[in-house]
Nanobody, 116 residues
Framework: QVQLVESGGGLVQAGGSLRLSCAASGVIFRFTTMAWHRQAPGKQRELVAS???????NYADSVKGRFTISRDNAKMTMYLQMNSLKPEDTAVYYC??????????WGQGTQVTVSS
């Protein structure tokens, strides 16, 4: 039973920063690749960033250079540092383990709204 709880979203002006957190339970966090996905109004859910158990990261082209994904295995928590936010970053952001994607077991997500 994987449970992921996102937090840290909010309203921010364009150019601002925000840090999202994902608290995990029911998963062998230390050995699991984790990822952040987002879904904007009227758009498909997309992969934003991922991080392997070894710390290797990948980013969507749209966020490269602006977002940083990280993890603290001791705290079983993953983070997404978002800088230079743009209105097009407005979306609900979701934390995901592999089972989240394969089972479609998305959590509540956290809303990020970037005003122009």
């Amino acid at each position: 039973q994987v449970q992921l709880v996102e937090s840290g979203g909010g309203l921010v002006q364009a150019g601002g920063s925000l840090r999202l957190s994902c608290a995990a339970s029911g998963v062998i966090f230390r050995f699991t690749t984790m990822a952040w996905h987002r879904q904007a109004p009227g758009k498909q859910r997309e992969l934003v960033a991922s991080i392997t158990s070894a710390g290797s990261t990948n980013y969507a082209d749209s966020v490269k250079g602006r977002f940083t994904i990280s993890r603290d295995n001791a705290k079983m928590t993953m983070y997404l540092q978002m800088n230079s936010l743009k209105p097009e970053d407005t979306a609900v952001y979701y934390c995901a383990a592999p089972s989240t994607v394969t089972r479609g077991s998305w959590g509540q997500g956290t809303q990020v709204t970037v005003s122009s």
